[in-house]
């Protein structure tokens, strides 16, 4: 009997794997110092660090470009209003799509209400898929970016972000791609997808600690700074420096939070070298080994998740199902109940966590009919989700549903 089933992983995944809690830690006490700043032994060891973690996430996320270009911010919400802000102008166009979390949607009503700014919103199916051709539809000469949630945080569909980079690379818009709940899940080729800037949250998929997040910005783009300051680096120039990362980065970094990331890259490179990876792979394709398996394993959770609450009366799955192009997060309703009541319950009788309501997305729920429900429940399994929290939660759910 554990004291809590886990099934909140696309809030913030729960646990890391070990060699992040004691890197963090070994890190912070030996090089807890400010990098980039003063020149001595540590601030160097320390700024290695960082540098040596731009290149793992290039690699990681299929980007060839110049390592500086991996930017470092407090987590998706800030890169993504940094990017957004730093790109469009008034008069501009943006496409977005009805599938996007909040972090995307109140930028982009923002920049609609307040600088003009026109927004289109993409809608999708009932199974949460948006149409490439829907998005070739709405670019326009105007167009200046295109921004798409890579997988939903409600339903788990998973977009064709290839299909889709490859239409929005054939005009002048640029391609932003939401990757929150597809990073250190699925494999991800920036440069092969045509992603132009791709916006990361270290703390979910990516196994690093809430705090630390950023965007990569690919070759060729440029994007305004979101703030200025102390970067480090010529400070007698009175502007932000142009050159990336202290374009988009300024102030004292979160050094923990790097070391997390760090530490979890590596980790992934192991498990993709325990997975079938050779000795000799590169980080890249040790972790395209990884996320297979990791894909792999967390797939068949949601399966097993789906399989069981389709069979039970009263209780409606959304979303895709088995075997349609998805990550695990799902959603469900029992017979009319509030959401946030079955999460309740959930929590209070069978210690399953989950995550009832409408998880920052509430065009999502709009186009489910989910709204009056209060939105759903969300089961988000992860990697290490085990046989007992399946069992807990399908007899929760089943208990439930027969009350
Ligand atoms: C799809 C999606 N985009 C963006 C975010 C925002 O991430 P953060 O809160 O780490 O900025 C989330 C987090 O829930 C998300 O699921």
Redesign the pocket.
């Given at each position: 009997m554990k004291d809590h089933y886990y099934f909140d992983n696309?809030?913030t995944t729960l646990p890391k794997p070990e060699a992040v809690y004691q890197f963090m830690d070994q890190f912070f006490r030996s090089h807890g110092v400010n990098p980039g700043r003063s020149g001595h032994e540590l601030a160097v060891e320390a700024e290695t660090m960082i540098v040596q973690t731009r290149r793992l996430l290039g690699q990681f996320f299929g980007f060839a470009g110049d390592p500086g270009r991996v930017t470092f911010s407090q987590?998706?919400?800030?890169s993504m209003n940094a990017a957004l802000g730093g790109i469009l102008n008034p008069g501009d166009h943006l496409v977005i799509t009805r599938m996007e979390?909040n972090?995307v949607l109140r930028p982009a009503n923002h920049f609609e209400r307040d600088q003009d700014v026109e927004v289109t919103r993409v809608t999708a199916d009932g199974q949460g898929y948006v149409d490439p051709d829907e998005i070739r539809k709405s670019i326009k000469p105007n167009t200046k970016a295109v921004v798409i949630?890579h997988a939903s945080?409600v339903t788990g569909s998973l977009q064709d972000a290839f299909a889709i980079g490859k239409l929005v690379n054939e005009t002048d818009a640029l391609f932003i791609l939401?990757s929150?709940?597809t990073a250190g899940v699925v494999p991800i080729a920036m440069d092969e997808w045509g992603v132009d800037v791709l916006v990361y949250?270290g703390?979910k998929g990516l196994f690093g600690p809430m705090g630390i997040?950023g965007m990569i910005v690919g070759e060729g783009v440029e994007i305004r700074p979101p703030r200025v300051g102390g970067t480090g680096v010529n400070s007698i120039s009175p502007f932000q420096p142009d050159e990336y990362p202290y374009r988009l980065e300024t102030g004292t970094h979160c050094l923990p939070g790097i070391a997390g990331l760090n530490a979890a890259q590596k980790w992934f490179a192991e498990l993709g070298k325990s997975h079938g990876a050779p000795d000799d792979a590169t980080h890249q394709q040790a972790c395209g080994f990884a996320l297979a398996h990791i894909h792999e394993t967390e797939s068949a959770v949601a399966n097993r998740l789906l399989e069981a609450f389709n069979a039970l009366e009263g209780v409606k799955t959304y979303g895709p199902q088995a075997g349609q192009p998805r990550v695990s997060t799902l959603s469900i309703n029992i017979r009319d109940l509030p959401a946030d009541q079955v999460g309740t319950m959930l929590d209070a009788d069978h210690a399953v966590c989950v995550r009832p309501g409408l998880h920052?997305a509430p065009d999502v729920h709009e186009l489910l009919g989910t709204v009056s429900q209060k939105g759903t429940v969300r089961f988000a399994p992860g990697y290490f989700t085990d046989e007992e929290d399946i069992h807990q939660a399908i007899a929760a759910v089943e208990d439930l549903a027969s009350a």
């Open positions: 696309a809030a987590n998706a919400t800030d979390h972090c949630n945080n939401d929150c709940q949250t703390h997040g920052c």
